[in-house]
């Protein structure tokens, strides 16, 4: 065939492949008209056939821009670009130096400025942080050895790769991983590093037949030599009065056995532990789980107000303090979750930042600081969060969220439907792919080395050679007339307190 034949026939191809194109599009459009002018569902579709399915789909990837392209550094919710840019520069193990200057506007109300000291120690005196014990009182007290710790996820609400990653990791940096309310999975013990057991309303791993707390079971988890702690869940910050909820779709084999589900059956615990209805009872139980395992036991609730925490004061001060938590966990009403209702996750239970001063105030009080230790978390990821909240009066800080950003978590928001494109609350083979353990785990340990390096760095700062030696006089927040004001005034500690703890 001759060149201008064979071009020729090239052109009047795509010439008819074109309007064949057209055709269909206008079929299919057409079809779509009359879908969208019958149907009922949506206002929108139905006035405005067609076009009016671009609001959908613009919306969905609004999502998408919004994070990529025209959110700035420091405006999204609940993380923004410049946290979980921290948290993957230090899981990277890459320097965590910036240049020119902070792109943070610090004059927001609320945010802490650290006072830096005239005389700071000198370089080789830089500050240390040095291990704690918890439970003094137990059979087997809890050495601490990190300031920084996993909180919360249980296996279930995040996937098998992922609670390994984080075993593997903890392990390395030495901090310990509380294994959330889904019971101990053999993945948790698979890094070796410390576990806190976490007793959910449920009480998932260690049940009877009948759902009841079982002294058996209790004895068997606390036989692991990693299990260093229980902590009874009482509430956590996103859902304060809403027991766990673990979406039938995340209920595989595996998770059905280990808590006692059956596969796809919704794993909803009570609103409450059925067995402690007022702080006697709440005593009795705690005195009854330290005795069964002999080791250190604690609470975890969130703030809403200061009456809950006196009574328990009152009441440890009745019965004797070895009645008491040997630690409470403080969650924030901004913490994170798997999945909550949004009236809850939104609008209940106080900010972190305002409950850990008042209730490490009352501990101290009543003369509890060396007694009960105060674990705080509710978005304290990055060094300044866990400075602050230790300068508040908090002995350990730990965290959920800015682990699964060291885990490679973009923040999609699809924690509860299965589908995380990240594997870390998926069931999904296909999206745990992309978790790859031998890779993840490394910046699991970095990432917590880096806090903990860098708040001893903030410490060093102040003029102090351990971070819990760091006081709410350290602390300035910015008003909103632009002031700032020491800490240990905008939240004073209670009289008694004042008189025996520095501020
Ligand atoms: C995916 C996911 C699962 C969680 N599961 C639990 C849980 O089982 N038990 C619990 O007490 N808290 C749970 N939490 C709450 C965290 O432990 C933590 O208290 C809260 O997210 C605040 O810490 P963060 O702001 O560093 O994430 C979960 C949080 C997330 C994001």
Not at 111 to 117: R, Y
Not at 154 to 176: D, F, H, M, N, T
Not at 354 to 381: C, F, N, Y
Request: with cysteine.
């Amino acid at each position: 065939m001759e060149m201008v034949e064979w071009t020729a026939w090239v052109i009047e191809a795509l010439a008819l492949g074109f309007v064949f194109l057209i055709g269909i599009a206008m079929a299919v459009a057409l079809v779509l008209f009359v879908i969208d002018r019958i149907q009922t569902e949506d206002a929108i579709r139905r006035n405005y056939p067609v076009i009016g399915r671009f609001r959908h789909i613009f919306t969905e990837l609004g999502e998408f821009f919004r994070q990529y392209f025209f959110a700035m550094d420091r405006e999204e919710l609940p993380f923004n670009r410049a946290q979980r840019d921290w948290v993957k520069r230090a899981s990277d193990g890459k320097g965590n130096t910036v240049a020119f200057g902070s792109t943070r506007n610090i004059g927001v109300p609320g945010t802490p400025l650290f006072v830096n000291a005239a005389f700071p120690p000198l370089d080789q005196q830089a500050a240390k942080t040095e291990p704690l014990i918890i439970g003094p009182g137990t059979r087997e007290p809890y050495v601490a050895p990190s300031i920084f710790n996993l909180s919360g996820m249980s296996y279930g609400a995040i996937s098998k790769p992922a609670v390994q990653a984080l075993s593997r990791g903890c392990k390395e940096a030495g901090v310990w991983m509380n294994t959330g309310e889904g019971g101990l999975s053999p993945y948790h013990l698979e890094g070796g590093c410390d576990v806190v057991f976490q007793i959910g309303t449920a009480k998932f791993g260690v049940r009877d037949e009948a759902g009841n707390l079982s002294d058996a079971k209790l004895k068997e988890v606390a036989a692991h030599p990693e299990v260093k702690m229980f902590e009874l869940k009482l509430a956590q910050g996103a859902k304060p009065g809403k027991g766990g909820i673990l979406p039938a779709a995340k209920v595989n084999k595996e998770i059905a056995e280990i808590r006692g589900l059956n596969v796809g059956q919704a794993g909803i615990s009570p609103n409450r532990h059925a067995d402690a209805s007022n702080v006697d009872e709440l005593l009795d139980l705690i005195g009854r789980i330290r005795d069964v395992t002999g080791k250190p036991v604690g609470i975890k609730t969130v703030g809403g107000a200061e009456e809950p925490f006196l009574d328990l004061f009152e009441a440890i001060a009745r019965r004797g303090v070895d009645s008491a938590p040997d630690f409470i966990t403080i969650d924030g009403g901004e913490g994170g979750t798997g999945a909550a209702p949004m009236p809850l996750i939104d609008l209940v239970g106080m900010s972190i930042r305002e409950s850990l001063p008042m209730i490490s105030g009352l501990r101290d009080a009543a003369g509890l600081k060396g007694r009960i230790r105060l674990i705080a978390s509710g978005k304290l990821v990055n060094p300044g969060d866990v400075a602050w909240a230790l300068a508040a009066g908090a002995d350990f800080v730990t965290s959920a969220r800015g682990f699964m950003f060291s885990l490679g978590c973009i923040q999609a928001l699809k924690c509860n439907k299965n589908t995380c494109p990240t594997g870390i609350t998926t069931h999904d083979k296909r999206f745990q792919k992309g978790l790859v353990v031998e890779d993840k785990w490394r910046k699991v340990a970095r990432y917590a080395e880096g806090i903990v390096n860098e708040v001893e760095i903030i410490a060093h700062s102040v003029g102090v050679t351990e971070p819990r030696q760091m006081r709410r006089r350290h602390v300035r927040l910015v008003q909103a007339d632009g002031r700032s004001i020491s800490m240990h005034l905008v939240h004073p500690r209670p009289e008694y307190a004042r008189r025996t703890a520095a501020e």
